[in-house]
């Protein structure tokens, strides 16, 4: 498990410095509205369109924060920013489902329904029902839901990408964040019907998106489900680490022969995705990285699964929860202006882009959550 001292010091600043931060200067009064990211210089940069994702990241950062007590304002951020995401994003266009950005004054910038941003609208309502206690968050979850199954469902399983539908591939991403999503809803109601669409999906993960004997997971699908990008399948070693933790959140969901698929999953993203330097690659194949870039999400994500490896597995072979959330710090937190972050750095080690991005604090977050609040 993560180290009490590393735990504390990480927690200490989320509390003292990432939450006040991405509270003030990354909150548009104005709008009621989080913006989308802050120069280096930590200042708001407020023309950028504002994803739908990103106000439901923050919504849920913010929840979990109020509840565990990081951050006493937390719930009324939440109720004034949920109140101001489903006013501009849900239904604002006249079209069922969710806008995916709006510019700062509420004009729609682009009407796509996504599914990605879907999963994630779910889990801030889910989180936002646990913070407020308001019923209407779960009356807006399952309308979201009778949404998607109405207009984006697939006849081959899942759901499509994206509407108006488009010629791109399939992703286990988006249903990766949507089983994620399902798991949260179950757990603020502890209602079945959540746990069934979870195991739904669940199922696909184990029929369609590991491959090469339970080793690798694809990304990218036809929409038929039938991977992409073989024989090498090029994968992404923090979406390894990601549905890791995920697979183990629910005891009712584990898969009767999960160790298997899990176990390689692990060896796989740490062989050829994790190299000696500590660096997570964005993409590799068996045969190693083809992607050297790395981002700050990957080690959060790394951090959970160590966890659950050493926790679930007896796994103490291999690298620790503070080895990457010290990998984390040293690379992305230290070099950047108090409570954010450099989010992305190509081979060579330089910054590629030049901002903050506010989605980062999610990925924080559930780390620090998944460390334990005490």
Not at 84 to 109: K, L, T
Not at 132 to 156: P, V, W
Not at 214 to 219: R, T
């Amino acid at each position: 498990m993560i180290r009490a001292e590393e735990r504390s010091s990480i927690r200490a600043w989320l509390k003292e410095k990432a939450l006040p931060l991405w509270a003030s200067n990354g909150w548009d009064e104005r709008t009621n509205s989080f913006v989308e990211r802050l120069s280096f210089r930590g200042a708001p940069l407020l023309d950028t369109p504002r994803r739908a994702m990103v106000q439901a990241r923050q919504i849920y950062t913010f929840s979990v924060a109020h509840r565990a007590g990081w951050f006493g304002e937390g719930a009324e951020l939440v109720a004034r920013a949920g109140a101001a995401m489903i006013e501009r994003y849900y239904e604002a266009d006249g079209a069922r489902g969710w806008a995916f950005s709006v510019a700062r004054d509420g004009a729609i910038v682009d009407g796509r329904r996504d599914l990605y941003t879907h999963a994630f609208i779910l889990l801030s309502l889910a989180n936002a029902y646990e913070t407020t206690r308001d019923t209407a968050y779960i009356a807006l979850a399952d309308a979201t839901l009778s949404f998607l199954d109405r207009d984006m469902a697939s006849e081959h399983g899942g759901y499509v990408e994206t509407l108006p539908a488009s010629d791109s591939p399939r992703r286990q991403n988006s249903h990766m964040h949507l089983f994620e999503a399902l798991l949260s809803l179950f757990d603020a109601t502890r209602s079945s019907a959540y746990l069934e669409r979870a195991r739904v999906v669940r199922d696909i993960f184990f029929r369609r998106f590991v491959q090469a004997e339970n080793s690798i997971l694809v990304e990218f699908f036809d929409e038929h489900w039938r991977p992409l990008d073989g024989p090498l399948f090029p994968f992404e070693p923090g979406h390894h680490f990601e549905w890791i933790w995920l697979l183990e959140q629910n005891e009712e969901l584990r898969h009767f022969d999960q160790m298997t698929t899990v176990t390689r999953l692990w060896e796989t993203a740490l062989r050829a995705g994790v190299g000696a330097d500590g660096r997570i690659f964005a993409r590799a194949t068996v045969d190693g990285a083809v992607d050297h870039s790395t981002r700050l999400w990957f080690y959060t994500e790394a951090a959970k699964a160590a966890s659950v490896m050493r926790s679930n597995y007896k796994r103490s072979d291999g690298p620790t929860p503070s080895d990457f959330l010290d990998e984390m710090r040293v690379r992305f937190l230290e070099p950047a202006t108090s409570g954010s972050w450099i989010d992305e750095f190509d081979a060579y080690g330089a910054a590629k882009v030049d901002f903050a991005p506010a989605s980062s604090l999610y990925h924080i977050c559930c780390a620090i959550r998944a460390s334990g609040s005490d």
